[in-house]
Nanobody
């Protein structure tokens, strides 16, 4: 019913930048909060940043000052990543809290993930 599609991952050198994008589509009545999570090798999935439907943002301490989350409409979210470090290497997942036309109930949906590798 709802699909999230991420793009923008890749290989970048330390200190470089990448911009991730995530778009939601399907039988969407309303998209509320959206966010980015990541899962590195051997680690649990962790919150990177989130943004409410009203534009309020929240960041993990390890990305403050380096990453910026934004939305340009109700169904697309971005993550601008600057000053990347090798420890930022992970699969990055988009998450959206979506109410569908069929149920009207808000549920969490996840994208398939996009690999970000920071290495020289």
């Amino acid at each position: 019913q709802v699909q999230l599609v991420e793009s923008g991952g890749g290989l970048v050198q330390p200190g470089g930048s990448l911009r991730l994008s995530c778009g939601a589509s399907g039988s969407i009545f309303r998209v509320n909060a959206m966010g980015w999570y990541r899962q590195g090798p051997g680690n649990q999935r962790e919150l990177v940043a989130s943004i409410s439907s009203g534009g309020s943002t929240n960041y993990a301490d390890f990305v403050k000052g380096r990453f910026t989350i934004s939305r340009d409409n109700t169904v697309t979210v971005y993550l601008q990543m600057n000053s990347l470090k090798p420890e930022d290497t992970a699969v990055y997942y988009c998450k959206a809290n979506v109410a569908t036309w069929s149920s009207g109930i808000e549920s969490a949906y996840w994208g398939q993930g996009t690999q970000v590798t920071v290495s020289s």
